[in-house]
């Protein structure tokens, strides 16, 4: 199947998501992920309708960026870890970050966000499932409270909400109580009305679950292989 005929269906499988729990089609976004993929394939899929893009490395961007100047409103997302030292670069060739992991990382983007007189939207990358080799601060922890406590004082950052990548399981339905945790958090947070938090974005669900993650509140699904086919491994 082609790239546009995968987002085709993909759409589908979305609507049907948010029928099923009474949720409006037109609430979620669909990003398409496009790490690994060739500058043409990303154009094949704006193509077809997409604007929203995923990319989890600063330097794999700034190459295919270049040739794809010409896509009006597209818009890039890092969902990667990114190193405090490649704030800078990531803050000029991507809209958001929709991937941050510590408060030392937001003061770093609020730093370049200042210098490019530019407001850097961005969301809180959470570790739901605890799992110590993936990046994200753990619910609950100190770590988050610090930033959600310092967010009013990062003024060129705006935070939109939560991300969340759970652990994988090979049954989409293992990740609807991470999912589930997420929305909790959210909702948790949102009760604290707390200075300088935004809370209208829930990035959850991939390529294996997106449809779970919808039905668990999701506004935006990350997909990748699902549209470009499967990726090499690394
Ligand atoms: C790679 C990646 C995705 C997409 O994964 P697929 O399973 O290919 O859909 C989504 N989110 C993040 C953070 C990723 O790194």
Request: hydrophobic share 40%.
């Amino acid at each position: 199947m082609s790239i546009a005929e995968n987002i085709t269906e993909i759409r589908s499988r979305m609507d049907a998501a948010a029928r099923r729990v009474s949720r409006s089609p037109g609430d979620v976004t669909l990003m398409a992920v496009s790490k690994t993929c060739s500058a043409g394939d990303i154009r094949e899929a704006y193509k077809a309708g997409l604007r929203v893009f995923g990319e989890s490395r600063v330097q794999e961007l700034a190459t295919k960026a270049e040739s794809l100047r010409d896509l009006a409103n597209a818009k890039f997302h890092f969902i990667g870890h990114l190193q405090a030292n490649k704030a800078g670069k990531a803050v000029e060739l991507f809209s958001c970050v929709d991937s941050l992991d510590s408060l030392r990382l937001a003061r770093k983007i609020n730093e370049a966000g200042a210098r490019l007189h530019r407001r850097v939207p961005v969301l809180i990358e959470i570790n739901a499932g605890g799992e110590e080799q993936k990046s994200g601060v753990t619910p609950d922890s100190e770590e988050l409270e610090e930033l959600l406590q310092a967010a009013s004082g990062l003024e060129n950052l705006e935070f939109r909400g939560l991300m969340t990548v759970p652990p994988y399981t090979k049954d989409p339905e293992g990740a609807r109580p991470f999912f589930r945790a997420l929305r909790e958090l959210r909702k948790k947070i949102a009760a604290r009305k707390l200075p300088g938090i935004g809370l209208d974005v829930l990035s959850m669900g991939m390529s294996n679950d997106f449809e779970v993650a919808i039905e668990e509140g999701a506004t935006c699904v990350r997909v990748g292989s699902a549209i470009f086919g499967e990726r090499p491994r690394l």
